[in-house]
T-cell receptor, first 114, second 113 residues
Framework: EPEVTQTPSHQVTQMGQEVILRCVPI?????FYWYRQILGQKVEFLVSFYNNEISEKSEIFDDQFSVERPDGSNFTLKIRSTKLEDSAMYFC????????????FGQGTRLTVV | GQQLNQSPQSMFIQEGEDVSMNCTSSSIFNTWLWYKQDPGEGPVLLIALYKAGELTSNGRLTAQFGITRKDSFLNISASIPSDVGIYFC?????????????FGKGTHLIIQP
């Protein structure tokens, strides 16, 4: 069964460093998302991406964040200068079509900023 | 932004009991989704609801999309140990195809032996 895959599963980084989280969405999907979940809290929307551009972003997605689809298969989230409060699980999700289709999530990357 | 109020926050039940949880919102959603999350894993979709009033089942799970489009419930019948986890409701307004999901805060389901 097709699935969204994310790498790495766990990333530890020092405060101020740049990190890139990687995702391979389901191959024929068109809409891509990043979500964040701070430990013990709800899943929060960060950004959606369609047709090679950001469609929507939340207040959390500030100038420190960027997304890219560098080739036909990968979708990345970059955090330019990590802060302690960026520590969280980051989930990538993808969706096949317009609104009436379901988003499928990857297993997540646990980012720990020390 | 849009907010979802999910309740209860946690449930302690005996194996075999039925479970009910719900989400309400002050905003209208056009799609309601229910996800389950196991520790260290991503959310896994359980049920998707697309029409107001829709009632959908998936095995022992039943969910309904409220007629006002501002609420949804999820029922689990005859709970078993593998039902343990966190259940999230999520809504999509669907102003456009790329709309992100708004999640509730989750319901922790704990099954006592």
């Amino acid at each position: 069964e097709p699935e969204v895959t994310q790498t790495p599963s766990h990333q530890v980084t020092q405060m101020g460093q740049e990190v890139i989280l990687r995702c391979v969405p389901i191959s024929n999907h068109l809409y891509f998302y990043w979500y964040r979940q701070i430990l013990g809290q709800k899943v929060e929307f960060l950004v959606s991406f369609y047709n090679n551009e950001i469609s929507e972003k939340s207040e959390i997605f500030d100038d420190q964040f960027s997304v890219e689809r560098p080739d036909g298969s990968n979708f990345t989230l970059k955090i330019r200068s990590t802060k302690l409060e960026d520590s969280a699980m980051y989930f990538c999700a993808s969706k096949g079509g317009r609104s009436n289709t379901e988003a499928f999530f990857g297993q997540g990357t646990r980012l720990t900023v020390v | 932004g849009q907010q979802l109020n999910q309740s209860p926050q946690s449930m302690f039940i005996q194996e075999g009991e039925d479970v009910s949880m719900n989400c309400t919102s002050s905003s209208i959603f056009n799609t309601w989704l229910w996800y389950k999350q196991d520790p260290g894993e991503g959310p896994v979709l359980l049920i998707a609801l697309y029409k107001a009033g829709e009632l959908t089942s998936n095995g022992r799970l039943t969910a309904q999309f409220g007629i006002t489009r501002k609420d949804s419930f999820l029922n689990i019948s005859a709970s078993i140990p593998s039902d343990v986890g966190i259940y999230f409701c999520a809504g999509v307004y669907s102003g456009g195809g790329a709309d992100g999901l708004t999640f509730g805060k989750g319901t922790h389901l704990i099954i006592q032996p």
